[in-house]
């Protein structure tokens, strides 16, 4: 390719709101352009990588066995209604009408897709498992898209499904494609840490998340010393000590409390540890029930647990006029007990406990009204909970749950996912069965595994720059060679880098050849510096039958005769 | 691939809908399955086919010098309204609102997205011409997509934009697309034929169809005997002659006509020839405007030239009401003369006369009363034209416009098209200007360049299969050999078949295993006929050291020795 006719040139330009590395540097060397705000264009350069990235994500799944294929990107929304994701969804999904007031989702993940469509065939147990994936643009109706390319609105994504006979046979295929990620992250130049992680929307029992660690990522995970434990914050698990467990239950105490609202306010008022006392917090959820969220003292509520525990999907907090005027309670003194008897008759409220509360007793609160608290509260003789679960917030110096030191928290960028699903797809959509081999219906046993594109692109960047510029790995770097021609107003010169540029485009070779007249040689390298193509080579009068050689991510040149350059690169 | 492994195997059964031969034969052959009409999953083998399309066509496109790119499938609406498609798409336009209630356009087709990323760019002369491609999904809500591949609401398509600085320029890259495309149909195994065609709702001046000849196509075209000239049915331009143009004009009259309503009850009471009768056809435009279009009485009115001559989006015939109640005239007898008199003060009309008129004088019609008509009309005395312009159907027999020979009436599946767009889009959107050698601005010359990939494919089934199946070119073929193993039973023929499985595939030679035990010769056999690969080889007990060859395309086998198999490969 000739710079000078590529499309378009570099430029010093870029967005005030490009702070991420990755966002400036693709967008002033070319890569990528913003459409409007979480939709990019993704220009010549920027393809080519995205290409590159496609290309060994492919080889690596055909490997592992998965066939490529093609869905819809508009999904009936018919199928979305048979797993009720139309609800769990929310507002990241996005739908349409057509003329015949057909409605359709724009794909955000094709699980109900892969079903239907497998579930069109008669499938036995001796065609499975089947492994389908596909590279398709997705739809995220995500309320805040910044950060060029780490969080994008629509972008193309591996999507793979497996269909398995039972869990034992998904098993195989979970961990083959765990490897498989690993090979394919590898050879993108990325070092992941596979992290337990939470699933969102998506259903299923356990998932992972492929995370490169950097602080401009967004999941925040913790990780024990030793390496053996990971998981997200949503998802992270500590392990708790037993506090005065042994002591005797004293009878419940409800006292005069003239005090502040906070948790140290209460506990510096009774002079008893933090961890004695009982963190209330009070949410609604999205059918405008109360949700009760009761917790040791010492620890945190971590809402997304709350969600899973409560099987709820949306929570906000309760205001202060709907715990004084509906709840009957106070903000500050809000207690378990006897907290639903104040409650107006058509409102609902479940008590969800964390499981900490079993490594305490005798423990305080207030008593649901201003400057009252309870002393002396045992969980199921005071009050009950509707759900008793692990709600807690992981923290750094926290025990890891194996007990394997202590967690450490980390950020950063989510570049792959692996779901167990289950049945969660097969049972809910009818049909979704194979015959065993007693001609049976069976529901498949699911799994499904995404890489986003150009997050994975974006990741490169972050992990792979220097101030000058971008550093590609060789396996996704737009072109191989960044040829420099100077003084090409020497004719001789100019006829000499065309022939040199015909022979390595001639041996398969990508080159990328600065022939632009007129353009310094300080702009030609700082232009290659922020392209970021693995190797350099310039021609000029100074290199006679020369090229000389900079390696991106090296500093020194050297001067390599042309005649043996092929054997060089 | 082995054959055992494949999603989805082959079916004998197909839906009644399937009328055409290219979309019973890649349903029941596993290369596409229906989601809902119009939009179809490419399976593992469509999507192969496929990709190899596509890589045909990249190929030929990055040698014409056009640099791939993608750009984002929703396209905000703002710049659609600013070249105004939204009112002349109409319902093929599919719109969508984000969570922010920003609307977008499922794109359809790219010129807007195109002129904003180029806009975007200080362009100079120098950087002249910009030839961008993609491969990308298009939306296209079709009232009915019936079909299989061929009328599709949603598809891979590769479009082309080309910006040059002038005219000139541009019809350079004109014709170089147009070789281009040749040599991609050429490659693909279609026999083109390239015709003058309609633009639609692209915009610009002319542009043509690439169409291969073909009875299930819907694009019908005329030829001349010599082939120099076709034309689209909407555009075909006939030769007309002169007829009684030497007459003198007499004094237009008014008669009693009691006759039937019909061009020929006309001809036959006054017992003159139909073509000095005028043909008169009322409209009504999207704006509720009547158009009236006059035509000698023995053409026919082509309404996608009437929309153009007339500038409208939109025709539909009067009603009877409409003629009696609201122009005051009666059917069978209106008359351009004084027609405009009868009208309602609010109601607007505008006469368009096609170009035939020239031709005939003292003509006779209706007189937009029941049973009178006039006779000796002429155009310019008796009435005025408010547009004249070429609005006549072609028709077979008829002369071509270069006078070479008559024009024969052909069916053709349209698989690509090349646009001129001229300034249409680049003086409709602001700043989509280049700086010339003065520095000043100056409007892009554009042209746009599409080929739909599935019905591509689509059109190479429909030309080459027979009864037993597809028969792929090899250029395309989702697999060169089909290796079919017979009597794996027998350990040994299991292993010679697997040993040359694996060579072939060592050797990079894409094959499809037909590895299944317990299934007949005679299916396997029917199934590779089904599947179309070019090259079936066939290993059993029969064939000793031996494969036993056939093409799909001839009915002889013959003995090849295993060792000379990549000779003959």
Known sequence: MRYSRLFPKSSKQFSQEAILASHRLLSQAGYIKESVAGRYYLLPLGLRVQQKI?????????????????????????????????????????????????????????????????????????????NLYQFSTKFRDELRAKGGLLRLREFVMKDAYSFAANEEDFIKEYKQMWQ??????????????????????????????????????????????????????????????????????????????????????????????????????????????????????????????????????????????????????????ISPVGIKNGLDKDLKM????????????????????????????????????????????????????????????????????????????????????????????????MGCYGIGLARTMATVVEEHHDQNGI?????IAPYRVHLIGLDLNDKEILSRAEKIYDSLCAQGIEVLFDDRVGVSAGEKFSNADLIGIPVRAVISKRTEDKLEIKKRDQKQTQFIPLKEIFKYL
Chains 1, 2 share one sequence.
């Not at 008893?272 to 509520?301: C, M, Q, S, T, Y």
């Not at 049945?423 to 498949?444: H, L, N, V």
Request: aromatic share 10%.
């Open 471 to 475: 550093i590609w790995p060789e396996s």
């Open 350 to 445: 479940i008590i969800v406990a964390d499981e900490s509360l079993y490594t305490v007793k005798n423990a305080y609160s207030g008593a649901n009204e201003k400057d009252k608290d309870y002393l002396n509260i045992n969980m199921n003789r005071d009050f009950k909970a509707d759900v008793i679960g692990d709600i807690a917030a992981a923290f750094e110096g926290a025990t890891a749950p194996s007990g394997a030191g202590v967690l450490t928290a980390k950020k950063g960028i989510e570049v792959g996912n692996i779901f167990q699903l289950g049945f969660y797809y097969s049972k809910k959509m009818t049909d979704a069965t194979f015959f065993d081999k007693e001609g049976k219906p069976q529901p498949y046993y």
């Open 180 to 333: 498989t990620y690993l090979k394919i992250f590898e050879r993108l130049g990325l070092l992941v840490t596979v992290i337990e992680s939470d699933n969102g929307y998506i259903g299923g029992e356990y998932c992972h998340e492929f995370v490169v660690p950097q602080e401009s990522g967004e999941s925040r995970y913790f990780i024990s010393a030793d390496g053996s434990y990971a998981a997200h914050e949503d998802v992270a698990k500590i392990r708790l000590e037993n506090k005065n467990i042994d002591e005797p239950e004293k009878p419940l105490e409800k006292v005069d409390a003239t005090r502040g609202s906070t948790m140290e306010d209460g506990a510096k008022f009774h002079n008893l540890p933090l961890w004695r006392e009982l963190k209330n917090v009070l949410f609604v959820d999205e059918n405008g029930r109360f949700i009760l969220a009761v917790i040791r003292g010492d620890l945190d509520v971590n809402e997304t647990k709350l969600t899973h525990v409560s099987k709820v999907y949306l929570l906000r907090h309760a205001t202060d006029e709907e715990i004084i005027d509906l709840v009957r309670s106070f903000p500050g003194f």
């Open 54 to 130: 496609q290309q060994i994500i492919k080889e690596e799944m055909d490997k592992a066995g998965y066939q490529e294929l093609l869905t819809p990107i508009l999904h009936p929304i018919s199928l979305w209604k048979e797993t009720k994701r139309t609800a769990s969804v929310g507002f990241e999904l996005m739908t349409v009408h057509d003329r015949n007031n057909s409605e359709f989702v724009l794909g955000g993940t094709a699980e109900e897709m892969l079903v239907d469509l497998v579930r069109k065939y008669q499938i036995s147990y001796k065609d499975l498992p089947i």
